[in-house]
Structures are given as C-alpha cells and as structure tokens.
C-alpha cells in the first residue's frame, strides 16, 4: 500500500489542491491520501491567516465536495493542527507510518517546496523514510518527477479577492466565519 501525505497551509485550500488530489488518485499514484494541514509551519514568512481548525474545516469540506471515487480514498488528517507547537513533517511521518506500517509514505511537495528540504528539520533522516512526489508549480521554477498540469491558483490571490478558484462549500464556510475579510 502506499499513503500519500498531502501537506500545505490550505489557508485556504482551493481547486489547484483538488486537482492534484484528483490526479493522485485516478491515476492510482497513492492508494490512500491524507490531507495534513499544518499547524505551526516553521519556513513561511507569515502565520497563516486562518486559524487550524478553520483551516482543517475548509479541508474536510473540500474533500467532501469530490466525486465519490476519489473521496473514498482521501482523509482530512488533523495531526499537525492538533499538535501544540511546531509542525515538522518528520514527526507527522513518523506518526503515520506507526499507523501505516508495511506502507509506502509518500510525501507530495510542489517544486517550491521541495527547493527547500534541506532546511527541515531531521532532513536527512525524513529522506530515508519516504518516497518524493514533487509536483509542478505554475509560475515556480523546478524539477518535478510528476507531470500533472497543475492549475495557476494561489491561497494568497484568493484571500486578496483576486481569484475565486475554490469548491463551493469552502466558499460558503469563508462567507459564514467571515474570513480573508478586509481590514
């Protein structure tokens, strides 16, 4: 079996992130995929806007909104939100494969993020542990190993009111909790 490890911000998560998901799936790259959204990431410049649960609702909603078959095998997985201080992947990992055990732990990275795996924590023993599925980034330089013509939708562009790329029910749960609100 192999489990993918779908992390990000999702601050908030939209289509560009479904589309991945989908493609993950259909094309049977992972047999399971949990969507991790972090809780305190160490290398962004900024706090995420919303807060964990806001984001971890935004999540489940979004996986809701999947067509079946590919819903059934994706998992809003809550480890990194619930966490008291800093989400290192190493440790989501190696709390994962405990679960997982005769799994194949993929992590799914775009192209930016991979640039920078060197600066995590425990790189060197987090390479030993899982396998790499880096994705394309449009409007990001890089080398991914999976091909997947990822949509050019960012969280920034959609919290500044400049794309509205998200699922439906993600839209309605930003309106209900007024979030992304201007100042």
Not at 4 to 28: A, K, M
Not at 133 to 147: C, K, M, Q, T, Y
Not at 156 to 171: G, H
Request: aromatic share 6%.
């Amino acid at each position: 079996m192999r489990v993918g490890l779908y992390g990000g911000t999702f601050d908030p998560i939209h289509n560009g992130h479904l589309h991945v998901i989908r493609e993950l799936i259909s094309r049977n790259i992972v047999d399971r995929l949990l969507v991790v959204p972090a809780g305190e990431p160490r290398l962004r410049e900024s706090a995420p806007v919303a807060s964990g649960a806001d984001r971890r609702q935004m999540c489940v909603e979004a996986v809701n909104s999947l067509e079946a078959d590919i819903k059934n095998k994706v998992e809003v997985n809550p480890i990194e939100v619930l966490r008291q201080g800093p989400s290192y992947a190493i440790d989501t990992v190696e709390a994962i494969a405990a679960t997982y055990e005769a799994a194949t732990i993929a992590l799914i990275l775009g192209t930016d993020a991979y640039e920078k795996i060197d600066q995590w924590h425990r790189a060197a023993e987090l390479k030993s542990m899982v396998e790499f599925i880096v994705i394309d980034r449009p409007d990001f330089p890089g080398a991914p190993n999976l091909e997947i013509g990822a949509l050019a939708v960012s969280a920034t562009d959609i919290r500044s009111k400049k794309s509205d790329q998200i699922p439906a029910p993600v839209a309605a749960y930003i309106k209900e909790h007024n979030l992304y609100a201007s100042k």
